[in-house]
């Protein structure tokens, strides 16, 4: 016990001794264990030889892929990048009448729903109710929030199915957060917001229409969902968008998108990566000329020409592949009565194509010898009416070969039709012999067409449907696409014209279009009536089904039907037996 107190009493004159031989142990053991610099390369070149075999492999082959899709020679071409994107939550609220007049809103109800009709409130942040008394809230209509000046922040939850036309035109708003279930982005719906910077789209989104963020000038990006297939003209024209983002699946291919936004003046050209071939969606206007580089594999997106009609020249002789869609020369540039574009197409060696050109688009391989499909021209019609004469000994009418601004075509031979082969504003009414067509003989710019007759077994057929002045363009559209071959189980054409579509929508209201998506077309009674009265005066076959639907609608809305007579005489329903 007395050497242990002797040892204490020693202690503070230890102290120094025992950290220095604490401190050499710790050095020791910690030299022992790190290796040194000849050791660390050793070991990395041992254990890591192969990872960098790999990556030496793996960046060689990014070159290769970078000189093959290089448009243009130069790294100006903007391509989105492909982003897994996740939204921002929208809380659910649920309000009763009062509550909701409080904050400032106007709202009707419907017979299960509500739309908000208005907003009249000092907040600067709103989060729209999912449910007021109970009722779902499924639509903003029509102008309900236009040249709002206090609103900044919207937060618009799932129950919402419907957002009205220039619903926040010209408001102040600077964010919107759209939460899961709206299908689309309605016409004009933000165009004028000015400080709009920030939009998260729902992952249901199918379409955004046109002029739905024109002159959004805050908005430098947004992501588009995997859902996104239609994309409407001048959506996003004259706004701030620098760049935006994509899923996989995202289809952008309309060039009029982005059209006069940052995006085609900062770059000679836009292009989207939904397949492996880069695929040019749009072209910088300020360009006279484009060439493609040694090996390329492009694709020309529909309309992405369109606005390229003075002088330029597209130099594909290097490129391995070249595919030009079928509306890569479409109605933008050949309208009627609009002066022919000069521009000079120089195609890759070897290319098969069978696209259809005006006599004065110069298109040569890259010898310079004439481009051999070059003498099938288009037939350009003008006049009120005119007749097959001018189509020669033609047998078969090309792909948007027929354009033209007359309102009535006759066309009595028997002739083979090949996809989208009219493209005429105009025309009402067209007449043909026997008819043989695999695809939609009709451009989507065939708005008025209003009746179209043919042979078949002997026997004229005519069939009727509502023109684009008195159905939406959508409807119009989906009931163009009835004008086609049908066939049966077996693969084998029984028909001409499908009248499944037009019940699908008059039925139910909805349809899958071309890219298997569910539309919802909402069918006012006008177009109902209109669509029923125009079934009746056609010519009805057996393939046609059981019209009794359109005569039961007709039988229980006479009223309202004798009013559309008024302001539309073709569509007066008392000349039809519907008893």
Same mark, same amino acid.
């Given at each position: 016990?007395?050497?242990?107190?002797?040892?204490?009493?020693?202690?503070?004159?230890?102290?120094?001794?025992?950290?220095?031989?604490?401190?050499?142990?710790?050095?020791?053991?910690?030299?022992?264990?790190?290796?040194?610099?000849?050791?660390?390369?050793?070991?990395?070149?041992?254990?890591?030889?192969?990872?960098?075999?790999? +990556?030496?492999?793996?960046?060689?082959?990014?070159?290769?892929?970078?000189?093959?899709?290089?448009?243009?020679?130069?790294?100006?071409?903007?391509?989105?990048?492909?982003? /897994?994107?996740?939204?921002?939550? %929208?809380?659910?609220?649920?309000?009763?009448?009062?509550?909701?007049?409080?904050?400032?809103?106007?709202?009707?109800?419907?017979?299960? +729903?509500?739309?908000?009709?208005?907003?009249?409130?000092?907040?600067?942040?709103?989060?729209?109710?999912?449910?007021?008394?109970?009722?779902?809230?499924? /639509?903003?209509?029509?102008?309900?929030?236009?040249?709002?000046?206090?609103?900044?922040?919207?937060?618009?939850?799932?129950?919402?199915?419907?957002?009205?036309?220039?619903?926040?035109?010209?408001?102040?708003?600077?964010?919107?957060?759209?939460?899961?279930?709206?299908?689309?982005?309605?016409?004009?719906?933000?165009?004028?917001?000015?400080?709009?910077?920030?939009?998260?789209?729902?992952?249901?989104?199918?379409?955004?229409?046109?002029?739905?963020?024109?002159?959004?000038?805050?908005?430098?990006?947004?992501?588009?969902?995997?859902?996104?297939?239609?994309?409407?003209?001048?959506?996003?024209?004259?706004?701030?968008?620098?760049?935006?983002?994509?899923?996989?699946?995202?289809?952008?291919?309309?060039?009029?998108?982005?059209?006069?936004?940052?995006?085609? +003046?900062?770059?000679?050209?836009?292009?989207?990566?939904?397949?492996?071939?880069?695929?040019?969606?749009?072209?910088?206007?300020?360009?006279?000329?484009?060439?493609?580089?040694?090996?390329?594999?492009?694709?020309?997106?529909?309309?992405?020409?369109?606005?390229?009609?003075?002088?330029?020249?597209?130099?594909?002789?290097?490129?391995?592949?070249?595919?030009?869609?079928?509306?890569?020369?479409?109605?933008?540039?050949?309208?009627?009565?609009?002066? /022919?574009?000069?521009?000079?197409?120089?195609?890759?060696?070897?290319?098969?194509?069978?696209?259809?050109?005006?006599?004065?688009?110069?298109?040569?391989?890259?010898?310079?010898?004439?481009?051999?499909?070059?003498?099938?021209?288009?037939?350009?019609?003008?006049?009120?009416?005119?007749?097959?004469?001018?189509?020669?000994?033609?047998?078969?009418?090309?792909?948007?070969?027929?354009?033209?601004?007359?309102?009535?075509?006759?066309?009595?031979?028997?002739?083979?039709?090949?996809?989208?082969?009219?493209?005429?504003?105009?025309?009402?009414?067209?007449?043909?012999?026997?008819?043989?067509?695999?695809?939609?003989?009709?451009?989507?710019?065939?708005?008025?067409?209003?009746?179209?007759?043919?042979?078949?077994?002997?026997?004229?057929? %005519?069939?009727?449907?509502?023109?684009?002045? %008195?159905?939406?363009?959508?409807?119009?559209?989906?009931?163009?696409?009835?004008?086609?071959?049908?066939?049966?189980?077996?693969?084998?054409? +029984?028909?001409?014209?499908?009248?499944?579509?037009?019940?699908?929508?008059?039925?139910?209201?909805?349809?899958?279009?071309?890219?298997?998506?569910?539309?919802?077309?909402?069918?006012?009674?006008?177009?109902?009536?209109?669509?029923?009265?125009?079934?009746?005066?056609?010519?009805?076959?057996?393939?046609?089904?059981?019209?009794?639907?359109?005569?039961?609608?007709?039988?229980?809305?006479?009223?309202?039907?004798?009013?559309?007579?008024?302001?539309?005489?073709?569509?007066?329903?008392?000349?039809?037996?519907?008893?």
């Amino acid at each position: 016990m007395p050497d242990l107190v002797a040892l204490f009493e020693k202690a503070p004159a230890l102290i120094p001794i025992i950290i220095i031989i604490f401190i050499v142990v710790v050095v020791l053991v910690i030299r022992t264990g790190i290796p040194k610099k000849e050791d660390i390369r050793k070991e990395i070149e041992e254990n890591f030889s192969t990872k960098d075999q790999w +990556t030496n492999a793996m960046n060689e082959e990014l070159k290769n892929v970078e000189k093959k899709t290089r448009v243009l020679m130069e790294d100006d071409v903007y391509v989105p990048k492909q982003i /897994e994107f996740k939204g921002e939550a %929208v809380p659910e609220a649920f309000m009763a009448s009062k509550e909701a007049v409080k904050m400032g809103l106007s709202f009707r109800k419907k017979t299960n +729903t509500i739309r908000i009709t208005g907003y009249h409130g000092n907040e600067d942040e709103l989060v729209i109710p999912s449910y007021i008394d109970g009722m779902r809230v499924n /639509e903003i209509g029509q102008e309900a929030f236009r040249d709002d000046k206090k609103l900044k922040v919207v937060m618009i939850p799932s129950t919402l199915r419907k957002i009205g036309d220039r619903a926040f035109y010209g408001s102040i708003i600077e964010k919107c957060v759209i939460a899961p279930g709206l299908g689309y982005i309605s016409s004009h719906c933000f165009a004028q917001c000015r400080s709009l910077s920030k939009v998260i789209l729902p992952e249901t989104l199918c379409s955004i229409e046109s002029g739905a963020f024109m002159d959004c000038t805050s908005l430098k990006y947004i992501h588009f969902p995997a859902a996104l297939y239609k994309t409407g003209n001048f959506a996003f024209s004259g706004s701030g968008l620098e760049s935006f983002t994509i899923t996989a699946t995202s289809r952008i291919y309309n060039s009029l998108f982005f059209v006069n936004t940052p995006l085609q +003046t900062k770059y000679k050209a836009v292009a989207n990566t939904f397949s492996p071939v880069l695929s040019i969606i749009l072209f910088n206007k300020t360009e006279k000329k484009f060439i493609f580089p040694s090996g390329a594999d492009v694709f020309i997106s529909d309309n992405a020409l369109e606005l390229l009609a003075k002088g330029a020249v597209f130099d594909f002789s290097a490129c391995k592949k070249l595919t030009l869609s079928d509306k890569a020369f479409s109605r933008f540039i050949f309208t009627p009565g609009k002066k /022919e574009p000069d521009c000079k197409i120089i195609l890759p060696h070897g290319e098969p194509d069978d696209n259809y050109f005006p006599p004065n688009v110069e298109v040569k391989n890259a010898d310079g010898s004439e481009y051999k499909q070059h003498k099938k021209l288009v037939h350009v019609f003008s006049g009120e009416s005119c007749t097959d004469e001018e189509l020669g000994d033609a047998k078969v009418i090309a792909s948007f070969g027929i354009r033209g601004d007359s309102q009535k075509l006759d066309f009595k031979r028997n002739c083979t039709i090949e996809e989208n082969a009219f493209i005429c504003p105009e025309l009402r009414e067209i007449r043909f012999g026997r008819i043989s067509a695999n695809d939609c003989i009709f451009d989507n710019s065939c708005l008025m067409l209003h009746k179209v007759s043919w042979k078949e077994n002997g026997s004229t057929v %005519v069939k009727y449907i509502p023109s684009g002045k %008195v159905v939406s363009n959508a409807v119009h559209t989906e009931l163009l696409a009835s004008f086609r071959s049908v066939k049966d189980k077996n693969g084998k054409k +029984t028909h001409f014209f499908d009248s499944s579509a037009a019940e699908k929508i008059f039925r139910k209201g909805i349809d899958t279009n071309v890219h298997g998506n569910v539309v919802h077309y909402d069918l006012s009674q006008k177009e109902k009536i209109c669509i029923a009265i125009d079934v009746l005066k056609s010519t009805h076959r057996e393939c046609d089904g059981d019209v009794s639907l359109y005569r039961d609608y007709l039988s229980g809305h006479r009223k309202y039907a004798a009013k559309v007579a008024k302001k539309y005489p073709d569509y007066d329903v008392s000349k039809l037996d519907i008893r």
